[in-house]
């Protein structure tokens, strides 16, 4: 149990009591004003603390009318503190559970686990428990490797390996994706920097080897925030590397939840000779007028598509639709997901550029993508010829 103490002229005033499972915070942390109270535990208490940058970045995602609330709750629980210890006010102290504010009992498990997990990923990321790895993406047509995509990957000594389908919507909550998203493009940096020279060497002998991109997938947050534009600037600079082999991958949210702001980054980055990605295509709202609209060079499509293709000639005929409708408004498609050679037999049959997915090969630590180029890059000049994966397909 910890007891909220204030010092006035009359001595010490205990203003609440909480127990097991109970929230206490400053206010200060919410509007920087001096400490006007102490927490004192009275009996043997584990607490589990949340930092100023994790409130911070709730403050700032949330809805503005929240913000004001916070502001308008604080400025009254100020004025009513001062009263605390005024002649002629008698003063009862809130018991554990009592306190209108505090003993929102339910739903603090939920509460406490997702802080839990924030305060780890954000430790995560100070002790460099996340990396990236690397999947490559073929063409179709020549069976060459074309590229890499940059997938974030979170190993923690106690929770194992977390899906970034699980973090990556948590740390988008925080200021850390700023810091993960700075360290994941500067990892894909420097990755096309050591491909390429793998790819240089594995080619020295013959006469068209093209070079090798990678693409990262930006935070849906990122989209609203023009900071990304500086980040990457401030990487590309570090880093000696042709902006043209770096591409972003964002999906259809955020072009639907911020357009105009997403379209101006994107076309900014576009300048730069960024390649833009649309991913997860076919599971959004994508109209045609849209897409046309969209400063987008590439359509990946989502592999529920590529799944389906082989189970019905109907959803063999979308896709095919798809493919041809991409073709006819200049873009390219990657169709993710291909498990099976049938699938992409079929997918370059339909005149579908690019795939990625398990066929070809998973996800793999960045030294191991070096040696997957040296696999896969033609070994001599005859243009056709190329040595696959080990088995051939
Ligand atoms: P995504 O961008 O659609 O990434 C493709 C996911 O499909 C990856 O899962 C990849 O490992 C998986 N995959 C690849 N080939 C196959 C296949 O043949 N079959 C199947 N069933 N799956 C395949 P992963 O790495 O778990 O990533 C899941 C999602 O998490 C990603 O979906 C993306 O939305 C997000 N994510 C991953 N890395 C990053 C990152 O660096 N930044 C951000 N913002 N999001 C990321
Ligand atoms: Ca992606
Ligand atoms: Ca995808």
Redesign the pocket.
């Given at each position: 149990m910890v007891e909220v103490v204030k010092q006035t002229s009359q001595g010490s005033v205990t203003l609440a009591r909480l127990g097991h499972g109970e929230i206490v915070g400053e206010m200060a942390l919410f509007d920087n004003a001096p400490r006007s109270a102490t927490v004192v535990a009275v009996e043997k208490t584990t607490l589990l603390s949340i930092d100023r940058l994790q409130i911070d970045a709730k403050i700032r995602n949330a809805d503005p009318t929240i913000a004001l609330l916070i502001d308008t709750l604080t400025n009254r629980l100020r004025s009513m503190q001062s009263l605390v210890g005024a002649p002629g006010l008698t003063q009862s102290v809130a018991e554990p559970g009592e306190s209108a504010l505090l003993s929102a009992r339910a739903g603090t498990e939920d509460v406490r686990q997702i802080l839990r997990f924030e305060r780890q990923l954000i430790a995560g990321l100070e002790n460099d428990q996340f990396f990236?790895?690397f999947?490559p993406i073929m063409s179709l047509e020549t069976h060459d490797l074309v590229g890499f995509?940059?997938?974030?990957?979170w190993r923690h000594p106690d929770l194992g390996n977390v899906?970034?389908?699980r973090f990556?919507p948590v740390?988008?909550n925080l200021e850390a994706?700023v810091h993960?998203?700075r360290e994941?493009i500067a990892r894909s940096l420097s990755f096309i920097a050591e491909a390429n020279q793998a790819r240089h060497d594995a080619c020295a002998k013959t006469r068209d080897c093209p070079p090798i991109h990678v693409s990262?997938?930006?935070?849906?947050v990122?989209l609203s925030d023009g900071s990304v534009i500086s980040d990457i600037d401030a990487a590309l600079s570090a880093h000696t590397v042709n902006p043209a082999m770096l591409k972003v991958?964002v999906?259809e949210q955020v072009l639907i939840r911020d357009a105009q702001q997403a379209i101006a980054i994107l076309s900014e980055l576009r300048t730069r000779g960024i390649g833009v990605l649309l991913?997860?295509f076919g599971t959004g709202y994508s109209s045609l007028s849209y897409l046309a609209r969209l400063p987008i060079d590439i359509l990946?499509v989502?592999?529920s598509f590529v799944?389906a293709m082989t189970r019905s000639q109907q959803s063999k005929t979308i896709m095919a639709s798809i493919c041809a409708m991409a073709r006819a408004l200049g873009k390219d498609v990657v169709a993710?997901?291909?498990?099976r050679p049938e699938q992409a037999e079929m997918l370059t049959d339909m005149g579908c550029s690019y795939g990625?997915?398990?066929?070809f090969a998973?996800?793999m630590a960045a030294k191991d993508a070096l040696e997957f180029i040296h696999s896969v890059t033609p070994v001599d000049a005859e243009p056709d010829r190329f040595i696959l994966n080990q088995n051939g397909t």
């Amino acid at each position: 149990m910890v007891e909220v103490v204030k010092q006035t002229s009359q001595g010490s005033v205990t203003l609440a009591r909480l127990g097991h499972g109970e929230i206490v915070g400053e206010m200060a942390l919410f509007d920087n004003a001096p400490r006007s109270a102490t927490v004192v535990a009275v009996e043997k208490t584990t607490l589990l603390s949340i930092d100023r940058l994790q409130i911070d970045a709730k403050i700032r995602n949330a809805d503005p009318t929240i913000a004001l609330l916070i502001d308008t709750l604080t400025n009254r629980l100020r004025s009513m503190q001062s009263l605390v210890g005024a002649p002629g006010l008698t003063q009862s102290v809130a018991e554990p559970g009592e306190s209108a504010l505090l003993s929102a009992r339910a739903g603090t498990e939920d509460v406490r686990q997702i802080l839990r997990f924030e305060r780890q990923l954000i430790a995560g990321l100070e002790n460099d428990q996340f990396f990236v790895e690397f999947q490559p993406i073929m063409s179709l047509e020549t069976h060459d490797l074309v590229g890499f995509e940059a997938l974030v990957r979170w190993r923690h000594p106690d929770l194992g390996n977390v899906s970034p389908q699980r973090f990556i919507p948590v740390a988008e909550n925080l200021e850390a994706v700023v810091h993960l998203d700075r360290e994941i493009i500067a990892r894909s940096l420097s990755f096309i920097a050591e491909a390429n020279q793998a790819r240089h060497d594995a080619c020295a002998k013959t006469r068209d080897c093209p070079p090798i991109h990678v693409s990262f997938n930006l935070s849906t947050v990122r989209l609203s925030d023009g900071s990304v534009i500086s980040d990457i600037d401030a990487a590309l600079s570090a880093h000696t590397v042709n902006p043209a082999m770096l591409k972003v991958e964002v999906n259809e949210q955020v072009l639907i939840r911020d357009a105009q702001q997403a379209i101006a980054i994107l076309s900014e980055l576009r300048t730069r000779g960024i390649g833009v990605l649309l991913d997860d295509f076919g599971t959004g709202y994508s109209s045609l007028s849209y897409l046309a609209r969209l400063p987008i060079d590439i359509l990946k499509v989502d592999r529920s598509f590529v799944k389906a293709m082989t189970r019905s000639q109907q959803s063999k005929t979308i896709m095919a639709s798809i493919c041809a409708m991409a073709r006819a408004l200049g873009k390219d498609v990657v169709a993710e997901g291909i498990e099976r050679p049938e699938q992409a037999e079929m997918l370059t049959d339909m005149g579908c550029s690019y795939g990625q997915g398990y066929h070809f090969a998973a996800p793999m630590a960045a030294k191991d993508a070096l040696e997957f180029i040296h696999s896969v890059t033609p070994v001599d000049a005859e243009p056709d010829r190329f040595i696959l994966n080990q088995n051939g397909t």
